[in-house]
């Protein structure tokens, strides 16, 4: 069964890519609904209209939509806005629902045929509309499903094959999603006359609707495997232990590749490992090694949650195969600085770039409890949202991204009880021989430091009141743009709007670490980081998993929405956390992430990999509840992890769904640059491998003030106070770690 499935630009459309692939067992060809080309419609059994922001009478919402609805005789299924596109192509009337459900459940009765054939009545369903159909409807359609406040939920045209579902039949918390469309898929056979060629379907079908270009999945096509060479065996000190690394990947793209473009040619390297049998403590460590390094990068999971992170990370940009890359958007060159001081301007992204060095320097990982060997560390700023589809509307005062290339680590495995040490080098004797000579000195510099031990919380008080003066919008502004949220939620121009404002406050010299190190402390997290790049510095106590990719190419990622205080006594800790559980808006919120990151990693997962092992579990912390939901998949083969990075960069936690229109209305609501608030900080390994944070809880020390981001989702339920509440909140528990370093 071959489906031509267009994309309204939104961020569900890859669920029904998913959906549809399975059903068919054939991946549907997709096109954005403003792709302008040649596409021949007689090549397609059905067509499948995707939901979107907007409305159906606006050209810009619906693009080609409109007139495949109007002229193409093939069956087509219309979800949401393709539902709502079918009613006024007939000459029916679409406006303001009763209510708009947004992420909210719902019990559906039908007609018990055609796409709702074997489906049993009162099935749950999933809303994200603020729009509906109005009655009476035009004598060509009839009505096939309600909802349980009699809203229209289903449509059938009488003289055409077209079908319309206002519900979401892809999302994760609805039922008989794959029964609808397997119905879809038996309406389209019995459809097709045995008599009918190719070339009848065609003559049926009006030019206009064939004047398309189609959109390959969103993936490069498959790359040749690369060779990796066996490496002869050295000697290493007592205890070491050595992995052989080589390359010979082929470069980022099939075109030609300028000498100077993205590195050197390939070489072979070698991994020297030692241990040390007890887990030092961290922040003993990266002040003894790192404390005066100019660039060095901590990723700090000692506060060990259950089922966490278990390792901390540590390096700086010493060691002789160390280099540091800065990129700014809009620049359309990389800078990239050795350690020996050799300093390249490079033409392209940093993500092209990252590709490139990725493949050529790639290796087998060895057998450890850990998937960083060397790569890596760094961060990306939200703007780079311009790099993976996105506006570039602001400017960030800092990089966008700055990332080093770490060949030597020290790595806390806290849970297993061990310190491992890790030297990247090439084959040559000289380099060889430093590489020991680093993996024995610093192994008697760590012999005299403490063991790790989790530390006692140290108690600051919040204080959002001290927050409000500090606000780069200010409190009236703040609630006038939540006004505008729910303005543009009404309109159906998004699902959710996840707004940010900032605080800035003057810094004391030389206190970034001294922050980091008492923010650790107030607000332990187990995706926390310190990272410092020259005159930029930044601390930060995420509690939130972006993606983490394996050994294995197993992606995951742990969304977060909805947070709730520990309790004082036992029985009110239970009483908070069932709270957080059963609130309906929460519950919301976190679903339409949850199919918002469903849809990101469907365009790079096997189909039928990607699934949700723990839908909004609440995950319990030192100093609060969260409604955690995690979602997993398998990276395609011809995939990698930076096309798995572009695929879901921003985090959709930080912008709302559909994530393109909304982070539009974001731009225009918010006066200047995120930066590095709202991107991803972690490591992107040489072996395929990645874990990155979604940057929340962080302070950003730069040109002697400090920033701290913070805001929350906005949706239909919310309170302008209340959302302005919990924003100043958030701010504040970072804040309180400056509060005897800030100079006021």
Known sequence: MRTLLIDNYDSFTYNLYQLISEVNGLE???????????????????????????RPDVPRDVGISAAVIREAELPLLGVCLGHQGIVVAAGGIVAPAPAARHGYLDRIEHDDRDLFTGIPQGFTAVRYHSLCAQRPLPDTLEITALSADGVIMGVRHRDRPQWGVQFHPESIAGEFGA?????????????RKPSASGRDRERRVDPVT????????????????????????????????????????????????????????????QLQHTVIDRAID???????????????????????????????????????????????????????ESADGNRRVLAGGVLDYLAAELRRRRLELPTLPFDFVGGYVGYLGYEVKADCGGAAAHRAPTPDAQWLFADRIVVVDHVGGRTHLLSLTD?????????????????EALAALPTWANPPTLEIPSDGDAV??????GRARYLADIEVCQERLLAGESYEICLTDGVAIPAADDDGLDFYRTLRRCNPAPYAAYLRFDDLEIACSSPERFLKIDRSRTVESKPIKGTAPRGATPAEDARLARELADSPKTRAENLMIVDLL???LGRVCEIGSVHVPKLMAIESYMTMHQLVSTVRGTLRPDVDVIDCLRACFPGGSMTGAPKLRTMEIIDELETEARGVYSGTIGFLGLGGTADLNIVIRTAVRYDGRWRIGAGGAIVLDSTAEDEYHEMTLKAAATLRAAADRAVH
């Open 210 to 269: 064939m004047r398309l270009r189609p959109v390959t999945p969103s993936a490069p096509p498959p790359e040749p495997p690369s060779a990796v060479a066996a490496l002869a065996p050295e000697q290493f000190p007592a205890g070491a232990e050595q992995f052989g690394v080589g390359d010979g990947s082929p470069p980022v793209d099939d075109r030609p590749t300028p000498p100077d473009r993205f590195g050197e040619p390939p070489r072979q390297w």
């Open 179 to 191: 029964t609808l469309l397997r119905n879809f898929a038996e309406l389209t056979a019995a459809h």
């Open 282 to 336: 961290t922040e003993s460590a990266f002040v003894r090694l790192y404390g005066n390094s100019p660039t060095a990068v901590w990723l700090d999971s000692e506060h060990v949650e259950p089922g966490l992170d278990r390792f901390s990370f540590l390096c700086d940009a010493s060691g002789p195969l160390a280099e540091v890359v800065r990129y700014r958007v809009g620049s359309g060159e990389v800078t990239v």
């Open 28 to 54: 549907p060809t997709v096109v954005r609904n403003d792709e302008a080309g040649e596409l021949e419609l007689s090549r397609f059994d059905n067509i499948v209209i995707s939901p979107g922001p907007g």
């Open 598 to 600: 469903r849809n990101d």
């Open 427 to 443: 084959s040559t004797p000289e380099t060889l021989r430093a590489g020991a000579d680093w993996l024995r000195d610093t192994a």
């Open 468 to 473: 409000e003066p500090l606000l780069i919008r």
